[in-house]
């Protein structure tokens, strides 16, 4: 992590940076700073951003609870998390370029699951995108194939890949 660099958790002021942020690292996959605010109101626990030194952001993580198998569209709104869900879904993690290769992700990665476990999830899901699926492998998550998730994969891009692991 770059020095003086620490994840804390995100708050509503956050979110003009984030999008900068969402912008500059996933320029293909827009989404509306609406769908960022409502996670945040949904799973405040779930969304963190790294913070340099000076305050500025470096990246951040919206991650909630999500069902199992299932993919929010792109650029959608939840409206809610449906009860008695046991998934929890990292929606986006991203962070600048000079905050990548320092452990960052992968802290937060960890925190996320750690997290998803002591609130009772069993397992965790994403899709993986910009060839990002050999961080996740690293991180115990695996590739599953599901032709249903097809239709909702492909608003993403050829290359998306939905994975899964077990929580904790």
């Known amino acids: 992590m770059p020095p003086g660099a620490r994840w804390r ?3 509503p002021a956050d979110l003009p940076a984030v999008m900068r942020i969402a912008g500059l ?3 293909t996959y827009p989404e509306d700073e609406a769908v960022f605010a409502e996670r945040l109101r949904l799973a405040p626990a779930g969304c963190h951003v790294l913070a340099d030194g000076d305050g500025g952001l470096l990246g951040y ?3 909630h609870r999500w069902p199992r198998g299932a993919v929010p569209k792109l650029n959608s709104l939840l409206g809610e998390i449906p009860a008695g869900t046991t998934n929890w ?3 986006d993690l991203a962070l600048l370029p000079l905050a ?3 452990g960052a992700a992968g802290a937060i990665a960890s925190a996320v699951a750690d997290h998803a476990a002591s609130a009772g999830c069993t397992s965790l899901a994403l899709v993986a995108v910009n060839d990002s699926a050999g961080f ?3 991180h115990g998550f695996h590739e599953v194939h599901d032709p249903a998730l097809a239709a909702t994969l492909a608003s993403y891009d050829d290359a998306a890949r939905y994975m899964e692991r077990a929580a904790g």
């Open 100 to 102: 990548r290769r320092g």
């Open 9 to 11: 958790p995100m708050a």
């Open 136 to 138: 996740w492998r690293r």
């Open 89 to 91: 879904y990292i929606h």
């Open 25 to 27: 690292v996933h320029p």
């Open 61 to 63: 993580v919206v991650s």
